[in-house]
């Protein structure tokens, strides 16, 4: 748990040290009560104790439900205001590029008048780069808590659009061994890969409607913040956008591939035929003369054996060369 306080007027920012469990939470308590009318305090937080988020959330005055939410940490992507205070469900994000996965986690944020809460779940911290990116621009903490949210939408949007950055590369090399001349069974990697966007598009498809509303002035919010906001909105756009296309993309790649097994198959099914056809005829002669009657055409003929075997080549080399012509061999 980390408590960052920022100055409004010139955006200067101190950190207070709580990463002791015991104490933490009481350093923190301390610290609010003592901020400045023109100063707010940036708590984050990385997979709360629930007794230790709901000890925070009384003193902030946070809903119940809220704070349920919160250590919960499995929520689709929205904003609900209770009272005074807004909350924001985000999805995190990530590409692993060993394995083709997509992993996700989830971020809470919590905006009060003096103060902002990130409550995180999962492997990726957006909120380390977000923190960065608000000490680089100190003019955005003039906006008040609301900088800390677009701070840290605006860096997990940028993870969203990395990630299918990544998944597209991943796509285009799975078309390209899907109409090549090899023949792999990539049914698998296309499915698992498919999944992965299934997941993506769940996280990234309910947050569009959540972030618009932001886009938009608002009585509480200064004027200034929208374009950042709009900004920030694009990006998801675009981005949910490129998701739902590449999900397209990857069905019309996997019916290509399960057409293109059915013609192997098919392929497969001639050459098996054709072969059949051709050991056919050797087989009739060889049965026809095997069946050991005492009376039989050629029986006492020098060169009768010579000409059944040739007799056998000649039409195995006719329906060959047949075969071979019409594309089955």
């Known amino acids: 748990m980390e408590c960052v306080s920022y100055q409004e007027r010139t955006g200067q920012c101190e950190q207070i040290d709580c990463r002791q469990a015991d104490t933490g939470c009481q350093v923190i308590l301390d610290h609010l009560a003592g901020l400045k009318p023109d100063e707010f305090a940036w708590i984050r937080m990385d997979d709360p104790c629930p007794e230790e988020l709901q000890r925070l959330g009384g003193y902030l005055k946070l809903h119940p439900l809220a704070v349920e939410d919160a250590v919960q940490a499995h929520q689709r992507p929205k904003q609900e205001r209770y009272s005074d205070v807004l909350a924001v469900a985000v999805k995190t994000l990530w590409f692993v590029e060993q394995t083709a996965d997509v992993e996700t986690g989830e971020v809470m944020i919590f905006l009060g008048p003096s103060f902002a809460l990130t409550v995180r779940h999962g492997a990726h911290d957006p909120t380390v780069e977000a923190a ?6 100190p ?21 969203y659009t990395e990630a299918a ?86 069905s019309s790649v996997l019916d290509a591939h399960m057409a293109k097994v059915g ?55 006719l329906l060959y060369r047949a075969f071979r012509r019409k594309g089955w061999l």
Not at 212 to 237: A, E, G, I, M
């Open 132 to 137: 960065r990116r608000l000490e680089a621009q």
């Open 139 to 159: 003019d955005m903490a003039r906006f008040g808590p609301i900088a800390v949210l677009h701070a840290v939408t605006d860096v997990i949007v940028d993870a």
């Open 263 to 317: 013609t192997w198959q098919n392929d497969d099914m001639r050459r098996i035929s054709a072969w059949a056809a051709i050991f056919a005829i050797p087989t009739m002669v060889a049965g026809i003369y095997g069946m050991n009657f005492s009376h039989m055409p050629e029986l006492d003929w020098r060169y009768g054996y010579p000409c059944a075997l040739a007799l056998m080549a000649l039409g195995a080399g």
């Open 165 to 250: 950055a990544q998944i597209r590369t991943d796509l285009t090399e799975l078309e390209q061994c899907v109409f090549s001349p090899v023949r792999d069974d990539l049914t698998e990697q296309i499915y698992s890969l498919k999944r992965e966007v299934v997941e993506f598009r769940d996280a990234i498809g309910p947050l569009v409607p959540v972030m618009h509303p932001f886009t938009t002035v608002r009585d509480d919010w200064p004027r200034q913040v929208v374009p950042y906001f709009r900004d920030v909105t694009d990006h998801l756009t675009r981005t949910d956008t490129e998701v739902r296309a590449l999900d397209d993309l990857l």
